[in-house]
């Protein structure tokens, strides 16, 4: 099986940068995205890690180390649009019919 | 445009009173899936599809039912539905979801309420 964890909601200023942190624990590693979801809309698809590293772009990055099961997703110059709830989703080789599990998400706000 | 659409977007019933959440991709994508979204809990796999005529469970398939006879539509049936199914629920799919970096494409989801 797998366990996801990630804050469940966090703060920061207009202009500033945040990181969100996700760890995972899971017997078949095979890929970790990241997911954006503003409030009642659908998640849209923001990085993907499967090696080891950092992944940028844009104004997003988002890092990856197997060895400790950790990821994080790196917001710079934070605008009031980045408010949304951030989705770490692990895929598993073992379960990779299943596609990806989801964490609970972290929920941003933004304040100017 | 390529998409994923489900109907209805917004559904209030009652208990017990059989529903279908209708989802269709124009993407030619094998594999669909289904999830619901309660507080504090995230995403939870209800029922996925890998191809026509091959559907399987995920972790929540309680009180559900799916079918695929057509690559393109995989419906989600609620033969019986009760108030612990009121739930934000979403359609996905892509292509193969077990290789590379193959992004699920979600619906717009369906907010369901069962009175």
């Known amino acids: 099986g797998q366990n996801i964890d990630q804050p469940t909601e966090m703060t920061a200023t207009e202009g500033a940068i945040v990181q969100i942190n996700c760890t995972y624990q899971?017997?078949?590693?095979?890929?970790l995205f990241w997911y954006q979801q503003h409030a009642g809309e659908a998640p849209t698809f923001l990085s993907y890690?499967?090696?080891?590293g950092l992944e940028e772009k844009g104004r997003f990055s988002s890092f990856l180390s197997r060895s400790k099961g950790y990821s994080y997703l790196l917001l710079k110059e934070l605008q009031m649009k980045d408010s949304a709830s951030y989705l770490c989703?692990?895929?598993?080789?073992?379960?990779?019919?299943?596609?990806?599990?989801f964490g609970s998400g972290t929920r941003l706000q933004v304040q100017p | 445009e390529a998409q994923v659409t489900q109907n209805p977007r917004y559904l209030i019933t009652v208990t017990g009173k059989k529903l279908t959440v209708t989802c269709s991709q124009n993407?030619?994508?094998?594999?669909m899936s289904w999830y619901r979204q309660d507080p504090g809990l995230g995403l939870r796999q209800i029922y996925y599809?890998?191809?026509?005529?091959?559907?399987d469970k995920g972790d929540v398939p309680e009180g559900y039912k799916v079918s695929r006879k057509e690559k393109r539509n995989f419906p989600l049936i609620l033969e019986s539905p009760s108030p612990n199914q009121t739930s934000l629920y979403f359609c996905?799919?892509?292509?193969?979801?077990?290789?590379?970096?193959?992004?699920?494409?979600f619906g717009a989801g369906s907010r369901l309420t069962v009175l």
């Open positions: 599809s890998m191809n026509v005529e091959v559907t």
């Open positions: 989703a692990v895929r598993d080789s073992d379960t990779g019919r299943r596609a990806l599990t």
């Open positions: 993407m030619n994508h094998e594999y």
């Open positions: 890690n499967v090696l080891d």
């Open positions: 899971t017997s078949g590693f095979n890929g």
């Open positions: 996905a799919s892509t292509q193969t979801p077990g290789f590379g970096a193959n992004v699920l494409t």
